[in-house]
């Protein structure tokens, strides 16, 4: 992650928006959409500097590992198989030089699940493409998704969601000399990215239908592309693009989020014994403040001001 270990310009904690967990993380969660298995967790989670929160991570009694429950299943394979990007600056990035340690808010949390149920954050990740997620789940390739996941209730007739975890919120990017764009108006007749099968397919033409909407498959195509000039401006959520700003000074924020986005972890479908089992674990990290010490290690190190309030579990539609 020495890429994204530099010093930082840090951003304002925006909580108009996102009152009740508040900056954004990637609703849309576009990356590489490589089916190929990486190992990861182990000893490499010291790199995080999380050292302290891996030693006192809670550990799951042995009554709540249901005989023949899928926790039980990945108890005895001895590792959590769980669909994450590769490629996101802060929530799940790989470190080039070391394939095998990645960091960053979603994937740390990943481990800390993997510890819940194991002992040890052994995980193997299987980087999805965003419209490739439910399958993961449904054909039983991963045991989890954590990948900046938009709870619906379209996508929950499919499969099931943990969570919400973290409320994110759609914002603008923009090039660094763009002074024409300064709200989400201004984005009509422009040409606008997006990410392939994340929220901002649809909100985009709802916000400025004379917009001409351009999608990519993953987030580094996209910022590319705002790069190249080959858009107008690039609507993602709000921390991705705040990681895509602070590493890139050709681009900037042009508008704050303008809608607001729950984030879950993906499950398999008609398992409620796996979800309470998540919940569980979820309500016990945030309990403690291990969630808050992990967001203050990752997405905290470039916004202004404390970890937010995670939301309420189950307080979402789809949850």
């Excluded at 039980?72 to 929530?91: S, Y």
């Excluded at 799940?92 to 070391?98: I, R």
């Excluded at 607001?260 to 016990?284: A, M, R």
Aim: charged fraction near 25%; aromatic fraction near 6%.
């Amino acid at each position: 992650m020495s890429d994204i270990r530099l010093p930082r310009r840090r951003f304002p904690l925006i909580t108009a928006v996102l009152a009740t967990a508040s900056v954004a993380v990637a609703g849309c969660g576009s990356s590489d959409s490589s089916s190929d298995a990486v190992p990861g967790g182990g000893d490499d989670t010291a790199a995080s500097g999380l050292d302290a929160v891996y030693e006192d991570a809670p550990v799951a009694d042995e009554e709540l590992i249901l005989p023949e429950s899928t926790m039980a299943e990945i108890k005895e394979r001895g590792v959590l198989r769980v669909a994450a990007a590769l490629d996101a600056p802060l929530l799940s990035q790989q470190d080039p030089s070391n394939p095998e340690d990645v960091e960053g808010f979603d994937i740390d949390l990943a481990k800390m699940l993997a510890i819940y149920i194991l002992g040890e954050p052994n995980i193997e990740i299987v980087p999805p493409a965003s419209e490739t997620r439910e399958a993961l789940l449904q054909n039983g390739t991963v045991d989890v998704v954590f990948n900046t996941y938009t709870i619906t209730e379209e996508r929950a007739e499919q499969i099931s969601f943990a969570g919400p975890y973290f409320t994110s919120g759609l914002a603008v990017a923009v090039a660094a000399d763009n002074e024409d764009i300064s709200s989400i108006e201004d984005l009509d007749g422009k040409n606008v990215i997006v990410g392939a099968n994340t929220p901002a397919v649809t909100a985009v033409p709802e916000v400025a239908p004379g917009a001409e909407v351009t999608s990519f498959a993953t987030d580094p195509q996209a910022v590319q592309a705002l790069v190249q000039g080959r858009g107008d401006a690039y609507v993602q959520d709000y921390t991705l693009l705040l990681a895509a700003a602070d590493a890139n000074d050709d681009i900037k924020i042009a508008v704050q989020p303008f809608t607001e986005e729950p984030y879950g972890i993906g499950l398999p479908p008609e398992d409620p014994e796996f979800k309470e089992f998540v919940n569980t674990w979820l309500e016990e990290i945030e309990d403690d403040g291990s969630w808050a010490e992990i967001w203050e290690a990752t997405l905290g190190t470039v916004v202004e001001g404390d970890a937010p309030t995670p939301p309420e579990i189950g307080s979402v539609p789809g949850s």
